[in-house]
């Protein structure tokens, strides 16, 4: 039996939990997951509360089990919590995906410290303690696992009135080089994804009509113009999914664009 066909039998995904997964690329991934066959724990804040509901609904409909789990990803305890509840419901957390984030755009002459720190509070240490508190289930349970954050575009390349942002997003990459590295021995993987302009809330803008179409607004703020690509939650949601199989063992601390051209490494 080769290496591969060893990893496959090691690793057979059973629970994942999606966090920011009440709306946009996080819903995507969610039940893109309970259609692969994996039941799902939920997360979000309590002001997405009926909204995450109608996800567990959504996934239950699909045939998995599924879990709403309501936690600030910004705070350690919860985190932790929201990791033990998913485990002791669930059985298990062979998938990771620390999806929860937050824009807040300004110019950094305009920008406050206690707005930078929250944005970075949010997108990075949310990112971090996830990876921190799955990765020691995950070394535990001693059958691999797959932990995966959502970076950006704004992770490669920086833009004006996004430097929070961008500042969150490129620390992902770094923690995600640095974490894959040291999970190596315990065959789990830690990869992000860095999607271009993805059509959700995230991206809306109350201007958008009058210049062109959803993300509009977006594009023109970060220097593309308004025909430049752009594409809903599924393509994210697809490339989660294969990173999430067995057979994709051999792909870690990679961080992966997916922005139609708009970016390239």
């Known amino acids: 039996m080769d290496s591969s066909s060893q990893e496959t039998l090691e690793y057979l995904p059973r629970v994942a939990l999606v966090t920011g997964a009440a709306r946009g690329i996080g819903h995507a991934i969610a039940l893109r997951l309970a259609q692969d066959g994996i039941d799902v724990a939920v997360n979000d804040i309590a002001q997405q509360e009926e909204l995450l509901n109608g996800v567990v609904s959504e996934v239950q409909s699909l045939g998995r089990k599924a879990l709403p789990v309501i936690a600030d990803v910004s705070d350690e305890d919860q985190v932790k919590g929201m990791i033990a509840k998913t485990v002791e419901a669930l059985g298990s957390l062979d998938i990771m995906i620390a999806?929860?984030?937050?824009?807040?755009?300004?110019?950094?002459?305009?920008?406050?410290?206690?707005?930078?720190?929250?944005?970075?509070?949010?997108?990075?240490?949310?990112?971090?303690?996830?990876?921190?508190?799955?990765?020691?289930?995950?070394?535990?349970?001693?059958?691999?696992?797959?932990?995966?954050?959502?970076?950006?575009?704004?992770?490669?390349?920086?833009?004006?009135?996004?430097?929070?942002?961008?500042?969150?997003?490129?620390?992902?990459?770094?923690?995600?080089?640095?974490?894959?590295?040291?999970?190596?021995?315990?065959?789990?993987?830690?990869?992000?994804?860095?999607?271009?302009?993805?059509?959700?809330?995230?991206?809306?803008?109350?201007?958008?009509?009058e210049l062109g179409g959803h993300g509009a607004f977006t594009k023109m703020a970060m220097g593309h113009p308004v025909t430049s690509p752009d594409a809903e939650p599924d393509v994210v949601a697809s490339l989660v999914s294969y990173i999430c199989k067995p057979e994709a063992h051999f792909i870690t601390g990679q961080s992966l664009v997916i922005s139609g051209g708009t970016v390239m490494d």
């Open 99 to 209: 999806n929860a984030g937050i824009v807040g755009p300004s110019t950094l002459l305009e920008l406050n410290v206690a707005d930078f720190d929250r944005v970075l509070a949010v997108n990075t240490r949310g990112a971090m303690l996830c990876y921190k508190y799955a990765g020691l289930q995950m070394v535990k349970q001693a059958r691999g696992g797959r932990i995966i954050a959502a970076s950006s575009v704004a992770g490669k390349k920086g833009y004006a009135r996004l430097s929070a942002y961008s500042t969150s997003k490129f620390a992902i990459r770094g923690l995600t080089q640095s974490f894959a590295t040291e999970l190596i021995p315990h065959k789990i993987t830690v990869n992000c994804y860095c999607p271009g302009l993805i059509k959700t809330a995230m991206t809306a803008h109350p201007q958008d009509a």
